[in-house]
C-alpha cells in the first residue's frame, strides 16, 4: 500500500522540499499526559526506507505522521555523533569497520540506501542508492523545535563523552527546557549508568529504561520503583508484554513504550493490555489501529 501511496511521493518531497510540518512539534504538551498513546518511527519509517537516513526520518515525520523520531547514537573517532543502530558499519553501508575507528568524514563517504534496496525491491527506490549517514547536527538543523527526538544512547561503554555530547547538542539546538519537560526529547538507554548520566548533566530531560525481554519477565516491584526514582517510562520488548506485566508497569506510574511492534494484531493487543505508546516500523499501520480503536471506546 505504502509503495503505491506513498514513497515515490516522499522521496521527491526528501529532494525537493526543505520545509518540514509542524504538526508533531513537541509545543503541544501532551507527550508525556500517561493517556496520551504515541507513535514513535523506530529508526525513522524503517520499513519504508533505509533505516536512519533522513529519507526515513523525512517519511516518519512527515508522511506516516509519527509523533517522534526514533534515533540511535554511535560517535566517530572524532567524536561526531552520527545516527546509527549498529557498532560498525558493515550491516546498513557499503563499508566494514567500527564507527569509533572512522572520522566523520570516512563515515560520510559510506552509502547508507542501497543495501535496503537490495534488501527490500518491494520498497526500493532510485533514490536512496548512495543516502549518507546523517549526523545529530544535520537532523537537528532539519527538523529543528518542529519534530519531536526518541533518542537512544548505543553502547554507552564505547563512548564515554556520548551523554555531554548529546546535552550540549540539544541545548545548542534549543531543544532544552521547557521543550524537554513537555516530551520533546526522550533520552533511553538499555543502559542505567547511560540514564543517571544524562541526569546527572540535565536532571529535566525525561528517560526511558529500555528492557530487554528477560529483564522485563523478572521485574519486581522494588524494580520498577527503582526506576521510577530516575525514569519517566520504560521500553520493554514487546514479546515480554503480559496484560500483568503490562498493569504492574502502569501502576507504578511509568510510562510505557514496548519496541518493536509491527504488525497490527500486536499493536491491538499492546493498546489493549495499556501500554502509552510504541516504537513500530510501520508508522502509518499503527495510526490506523489507533483510529479504529479509539473509535470502538
Ligand atoms: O529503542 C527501542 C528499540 O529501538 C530498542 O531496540 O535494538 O532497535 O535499538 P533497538
Ligand atoms: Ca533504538
Do not use: C
Request: glycine share 6%; aromatic share 8%.
Amino acid at each position: 500500500m505504502m509503495k503505491q501511496m506513498g514513497v515515490t511521493m516522499v522521496v521527491g518531497m526528501v529532494v525537493a522540499s526543505s520545509s518540514v510540518s509542524t504538526e508533531a512539534a513537541g509545543k503541544e504538551k501532551g507527550l508525556l499526559d500517561p493517556n496520551r498513546i504515541v507513535n514513535v518511527a523506530h529508526r525513522g519509517a524503517s520499513g519504508y526506507a533505509p533505516e536512519h537516513t533522513m529519507a526515513a526520518y523525512e517519511i516518519g515525520h512527515k508522511t506516516l505522521k509519527a509523533d517522534y523520531i526514533e534515533i540511535d547514537l554511535q560517535m566517530t573517532k572524532d567524536g561526531q555523533l552520527i545516527a546509527m543502530h549498529d557498532e560498525t558499519v558493515d550491516r546498513t553501508t557499503n563499508g566494514s569497520g567500527a564507527v569509533k575507528d572512522k572520522t566523520l568524514s570516512e563515515i560520510k563517504e559510506l552509502d547508507a540506501g542501497s543495501w535496503f534496496n537490495e534488501a527490500y525491491p518491494a520498497y526500493a527506490e532510485e533514490h536512496y542508492k548512495g543516502l549518507s549517514v546523517p549526523t545529530l547536527d544535520e537532523i537537528f538543523e532539519r527538523y529543528g523545535k518542529h519534530a519531536n527526538y526518541y533518542i537512544e544512547t548505543k553502547s554507552p561503554e564505547v563512548y564515554p563523552r556520548m551523554e555531554k555530547k548529546l546535552v550540549e547538542k540539544l541545548s545548542q539546538y534549543g531543544l532544552s527546557s521547557d521543550r524537554i519537560r513537555q516530551g520533546q526529547v526522550m533520552i533511553q538507554s538499555f543502559s542505567r549508568d547511560s540514564l543517571l548520566k544524562v541526569k546527572e548533566l540535565d536532571h529535566q530531560l525525561p528517560l526511558v529504561q529500555l528492557l530487554e525481554a528477560s529483564e522485563t519477565t523478572r521485574l519486581t516491584t522494588k524494580d520498577l520503583q527503582v526506576i521510577q526514582s530516575y525514569a519517566v517510562g520504560v521500553g520493554p520488548s514487546f514479546k515480554s508484554l503480559t496484560r500483568e506485566n503490562t498493569k504492574q508497569i502502569r501502576d507504578n506510574g511509568l510510562l510505557l513504550h514496548p519496541y518493536t511492534v509491527n504488525e497490527k494484531a500486536d499493536m491491538k493487543r499492546m493498546l489493549d493490555y495499556g501500554v502509552t505508546g510504541v516504537f513500530t516500523n510501520y508508522a502509518d499501520r499503527f495510526n490506523e489501529v489507533l483510529r479504529t480503536y479509539k473509535n470502538k471506546k
